[in-house]
Nanobody, 121 residues
Framework: QVQLVESGGGLVQAGGSLRLSCVAS????????MGWYRQFPGKQRELVATITSGGSTNYVDSVKGRFTISGDNAKKTVYLQMNSLKPEDTAVYYC???????????????WGQGTPVTVSS
């Protein structure tokens, strides 16, 4: 019943910027964390950036200093500001949310459909 809707992906030239957005909806009791992952063709999905409900962030080394993750707990929304984009950043980017749906329930992980980002040289 939890859905994640992503937006903001597209085509951009190297050195340019994009901002990805992800909005969570549904019967969410508590939101523990949200984040962004990416998947290159033929490769496993990898972490890009995460943020907890308390504001703690984590980034993969290759995007540090270029990407910034932020969130709005009230709106259940997470953003990824991507600057100084490189062709190597080309991938499908997926929104992720870790939530609890009620008392006594385990933590669940949900994924968005993915939004493609293409960086041309």
């Amino acid at each position: 019943q939890v859905q994640l809707v992503e937006s903001g992906g597209g085509l951009v030239q190297a050195g340019g910027s994009l901002r990805l957005s992800c909005v969570a909806s549904g019967m969410i009791f508590t939101m523990n964390a949200m984040g962004w992952y990416r998947q290159f063709p033929g490769k496993q999905r990898e972490l890009v950036a995460t943020i907890t409900s308390g504001g703690s962030t984590n980034y993969v080394d290759s995007v540090k200093g270029r990407f910034t993750i932020s969130g709005d707990n009230a709106k259940k929304t997470v953003y990824l500001q991507m600057n100084s984009l490189k062709p190597e950043d080309t991938a499908v980017y997926y929104c992720n949310a870790q939530v609890r749906l009620g008392w006594g329930m385990r933590e669940y992980e949900y994924w968005g459909q993915g939004t493609p980002v293409t960086v041309s040289s």
